[in-house]
């Protein structure tokens, strides 16, 4: 069965780097795009970006250009959302779900609960 | 950019019809979708492509989309359909995904 299961939440100061996984399994890899979706505290969904792992083509969502990197690895077929010189405003669940290009997503992961704190 | 509009919260009591709407310039013309999240949870898709459901969701769940509303109806509501509700969109202009704000349904 389909199946995205993320990395688990994680607690970073303000300046600090952080890589959250996405692990896929039930499908083929490279047929869908990976979106990554942000929800901080008490909000409702923003779309980040997404890629494309068949052709490696990142999108990004304007708020989401600079510090935030989309990545994967085929040979364990999971993606990855890097988020740099964090923030206190990047405090959220971050979701990964997989698309049939631009179409809904099907499948998500549970959520990685980031927080940002000194 | 393209904005999807919802109210905040709407109100049904059970086993009543809750429609929950998404406004947007022309979304008639998009296909709209619609999750639902609970509590702590991931969301869920409950329509796609306005008015497909997916497996395991509830026929009383339904999706109509004309002009610049979408609607998302739910019948004969129950208790455990209280959950935030979004729809969602891909714009063609900018190629982004687009989520409305959400609304929260109350089951009273």
């Known amino acids: 069965q389909v199946q995205l299961v993320q990395s688990g939440s994680e607690l970073k100061k303000p300046g600090a780097s952080i890589k959250v996984s996405c692990k896929t399994s039930g499908y083929s890899f490279t047929t869908f795009t990976i979106n990554w979706v942000r929800q901080a505290p008490g909000q409702g969904l923003e779309w980040m970006g997404w890629i494309n792992p068949n052709t490696g083509n990142p999108k990004y969502a304007q708020d989401f250009t600079g510090r935030f990197v989309f990545s994967f690895d085929t040979s364990v077929n999971t993606a990855y959302l890097q988020i740099s010189s964090l923030k206190a405003e990047d405090t959220a669940v971050y979701y990964c779900?997989?698309?049939?290009?631009?179409?809904?997503?099907?499948?998500w992961g549970q959520g990685t609960l980031v927080t940002v704190s000194s | 950019s393209y904005v999807l509009t919802q109210a905040p919260s709407v109100s049904v009591a059970p086993g009543k019809t809750a429609t929950i709407t998404c406004g947007g310039d022309n979304i008639g013309k998009k296909a709209v979708h619609w999750y639902h999240q609970k509590p702590g949870q991931a969301p869920v898709a409950v329509i796609y492509y306005d008015n497909d459901r997916p497996s395991g969701i509830p026929e009383r769940f339904s999706g109509s989309n004309s002009g610049n509303t979408a609607t998302l109806s739910i019948s004969r509501v129950e208790v455990g359909d209280e959950a935030d509700y979004y729809c969602?969109?891909?714009?063609?202009?900018?190629?982004?995904?687009?989520f409305g704000g959400g609304t929260k349904l109350i089951v009273l």
């Open positions: 779900a997989r698309s049939l290009g631009s179409s809904w997503s099907d499948y």
């Open positions: 969602q969109v891909w714009d063609r202009t900018s190629d982004h995904v687009i």
